[in-house]
């Protein structure tokens, strides 16, 4: 029979201190785009080379697991789930929403062209990324996959945010919705939860958590989450094991669609007022008029994050290692 330390290491993950410290970095980093509407944590999750672990660390948590659980076979259950990579990842991912959400709120309002201006460097860099990874991505059928995924993201990203019910069975599905968009690289699942009408009801909940209304909230929203996470998870590990070319070449073409949002210049071209809320209903982006000491760091920031981002992968050793 399997120790408690034999079923712990059994799975895939980090085995020393570094290694759990970088992978909870790694989780921090995805937490912080996941704030962000129009930035994706799954982005960064490929960008630093786990995505594919990520994928199958979810995948693992199957019926067997709960079986395991309810029976009381508490040692079976750890060995059959990727936990050492989960927990640690997870960890990061939930210290960064909950630590950074005023933060990032107060950049995107106070600051929004040189944080834009950031991601903007970030997202182009990984499409180069993302790119490099498909086999033969100039074949005509890989061409077609990169345009469909465009226009999906392009489409996506030009929605306009609507009112929609608090009722708790949306809440739910806005969880399923926005968990499966941030698997996706270049998806925003925040940028979803804006287009629902509820990136500010369910960010305004995780800033004062411990409020028993917040508490349901959050808690549906999470229910929601586990939810879509357990299933279009394993659809989409699937993929990737059996189509992964073409689903590469339509992550790409994701990437490429969502440019359109985090492009940092833009002209308000309509408003409206919903539930005391000024909405932009239509913008346009635009080139700067003026070149200033901001324009001049924004373009700077651009092309940090953009270098930043191809150093990372150039001196990575394998992009789907687990850290």
């Not at 990520?54 to 709960?66: D, Q």
């Amino acid at each position: 029979m399997k120790t408690w330390k034999e079923s712990w290491e059994a799975t895939p993950g980090p085995r020393t201190k570094k290694e759990y410290l970088m992978l909870s970095l790694k989780g921090f980093c995805m937490g912080t785009a996941d704030l962000i509407p129009g930035v994706s944590g799954g982005t960064v999750a490929f960008i630093t080379g786990i995505y594919e672990p990520l994928l199958e660390a979810v995948a693992s948590i199957k019926k067997n697991f709960f079986v395991d659980l309810v029976t009381l076979r508490w040692k079976e259950a750890l060995s059959s789930v990727h936990l050492r990579f989960i927990i640690p990842l997870a960890f990061g991912m939930i210290f960064a929403i909950l630590s950074l959400a005023r933060v990032m709120h107060y950049l995107i309002k106070e600051q929004p062209i040189p944080t834009w201006s950031a991601f903007f460097g970030l997202i182009a860099a990984s499409i180069i990324v993302i790119w490099k990874d498909i086999d033969k991505p100039t074949k005509p059928m890989n061409l077609m996959f990169i345009a469909i995924g465009a226009a999906i993201a392009w489409v996506l990203v030009s929605l306009i945010p609507v009112t929609t019910p608090f009722d708790w069975w949306f809440i739910y599905l806005c969880g399923i919705i926005g968990i499966t968009a941030m698997i996706l690289p270049g998806l925003s699942g925040s940028f979803l939860l804006l287009i629902l009408g509820k990136y500010e009801f369910i960010t305004g909940a995780i800033k004062n958590p411990f409020l028993p209304e917040n508490m349901v909230t959050i808690g549906i929203f999470l229910c929601g989450t586990a939810t879509g996470l357990l299933g279009f998870s394993k659809i989409l590990n699937y993929f990737m094991k059996h189509f992964r070319t073409q689903t590469m070449a339509l992550l790409t073409g994701i990437l490429i669609g969502s440019m359109k949002k985090v492009w940092p210049w833009k002209e308000v071209l309509e408003t409206k007022v919903i539930r005391g809320k000024v909405r932009v209903l239509r913008e346009a982006n635009i080139f700067p008029s003026d070149f200033d000491s901001q324009t001049f760091l924004a373009f700077a920031l651009i092309i940090i994050c953009f270098t930043v981002i191809l150093i990372m992968e150039r001196y990575s050793s394998k992009k789907n290692e687990v850290i």
